[in-house]
């Protein structure tokens, strides 16, 4: 999994290098690189807050 995750780095850094980005790009290199679906994840971690 770690090579995996670390290939979502790499896959990230070169894809967007100089531009702008958001979460949703993110959540979407992450998802190729480690080819699961990483909605629920984000889903819980990212975008739901506590309260």
Known sequence: MRRKLLGGIKYYSKK???RLVNTTDFQK???KS?????KAFFKKWIYETEG
Request: without cysteine.
């Open 29 to 31: 290199a992450f998802e």
């Open 34 to 38: 480690t080819g699961r679906d990483l």
């Open 16 to 18: 967007y290098f100089g």
